[in-house]
């Protein structure tokens, strides 16, 4: 009787063996994506073929023609596509790196605000929440960018302030440094400030430790970098050589510019993200339990310093990883650049480019890259972050 | 109430409840609370559930907020001016059920963080403080934990060091050993105990009978928001006069 479990059974069929099953069916999953990924692969290649259009990375090489609005790094008409990959690269990376700083700024003073206990703040942070959250992103830089940034006056009718910022419809004109002579004392002289305010901090913290007793840290280091500087100044005279705009002709010549598409695709994503990261911020510090704020004031700890020193490390932890989200959504929503021609990595390579060269798969396959790279960078930053500051429990 | 009524004018104590109210909206939760602490008194509260008891400890430290009547705690008159509550703040120690500490800083840390934020004590200063409210709690050992590496005991423990590195006047239990399991209650009360017998100024909202007769100078018993009775512990357990506290007394010691 025992041994009867033991017996194979007799009549039983390869299907109803549940090994064997998982098996076949797994062969037959693999056999179909194979033969999906061939198919795929030997038509792209028969077209190609018929089209004349020869596949590889050649073209990178060749001259691209036009000229970009916006390069961070040296650019003319006669440089190549891949010189134009660097420069929509970077100008993507710098909308992104603004647009997650100031996103993060508002939204954290947002979130905080939602919380106030003041009825008006609260009201107005979630006026703000509701209104720019639900308006799509495109929609919010079309806004800036025509109905806010196009609107304003010509470079003759500039606002203009202290003389040497002017926004008008062309961008916002600023003035821009250059080294003069004397430059090399100002430089050791900051140096000298610098360094003495690391030694300063250093020194008020032990003093702190030790005595207890607090040491104005901000202000005399702000003042050290102030006098120590300023006097190098004074002695020596202005170490920078400042470009000022200056209206000549229809426009403004000199210093530097910030071009409308830039500023209106940054403002309308940092306003976009920050009503998201406000919300995830009031989430997480909501998600620390009351009785933590209780047993900080009832030690005497006052409101800011229970949030700073209570609150917010513990929220973090809930706030981390829906911010990466975030920022990793406002990286890849600043490909929307190319509704209003900002020369980002979308609307120069994916669009210029591709429309010029005709070469599809492989510009396209390198921008997902880009952005995969990007938003993986993002991500295992966030994480390595989060880690750090993960509570320890058993 | 005949009691309190009945009492010699006390001098000022330490702590001086008038005539104080509080409602939650329409739920009337204190009424007309009046109490007087002497310095080194242990006062330990009790009642059933609802009764006011833990609300009216809190609004000794404004956690909660009384709207009616006049609270003084050593001297200081809790209003709504923020310096004065942080005053009181800064001298009135509290314990609570579910412990609430820190569980993003080590046990360490949560007794230095007060004392180098509040009363910038050095940190060589406030660590050696706090290593020494955690030798008299029994628990120096573990120092370098984070709060959920310990146990439900432990961490009341931790608790209670943590409030006495403020180096409170008074100091509140808020039924210190309600969320515990029994076999760890004897710890936390025997720290208590400890602490009754080096002078502190006690009020703790407790059912623990025990505790109560060995350690209180007076039992007040709270019903329905009012102070029903107050009495010496061993008057009160074998002879309460008010029929509220002879049923919750019935109910309560089998």
Redesign the interface.
Known sequence: MQNTANVPRRGGSVLTDPKLRALIFQLLAIAAVVGLGWYLFDNTQTNLEQRGITSGFAFLNNTAGFGIAQHLIDYTQTDSYGRVFFVGLLNTLLVSVIGIVLATIIGFLLGVARLSPNWLVRQLATLYIETFRNIPPLLQILFWYFAVMLSLPGPRQSLGVLDSFYLNSRGLYMPSPGLSETFGLFFAALLLAVVASVFLGRWARKRRETTGQPFPVLVSVLALLLVIPGAAVLIAGNPLVWTVPELSGFNFAGGWVLIPELIALTLALSIYTAAFIAEIVRAGIQSVSHGQTEAAHSLGLPAGKTLRLVIIPQALRVIIPPLTSQYLNLAKNSSLAAGIGYPDMVSLFAGTVLNQTGQAIEVIAITMSVYLAISISISLFMNWYNGRIALIER | MSDVNMQPTQPEGIIQMDGVHKWYGQFHVLKDINMNVQQGERIVLCGPSGSGKSTTIRCL?R?EEHQQGRILVDGTELTHD?KQI?AV??E???V?Q?F?????LTVLQNCT??P??????????AEEMAMHYLERVRIPEQAHK?P??LSGGQQQRV?IA??LC?QPKIM?FDEPTSALDPEMVKEVLDTMIGLAEDGMTMLCVTHEMGFARTVANRVIFMDRGEIVEEAEPNKFFSNPENERTQLFLSQILH
């Open positions: 430290n956690l923020l942080e703040r800064r009135v120690g509290m609570f579910h609430n500490l820190f569980p993003h963080l007060s180098m934020w509040v009363r910038k004590t050095p940190r060589r200063e984070f959920g590496q608790a943590r409030a403020m509140l």
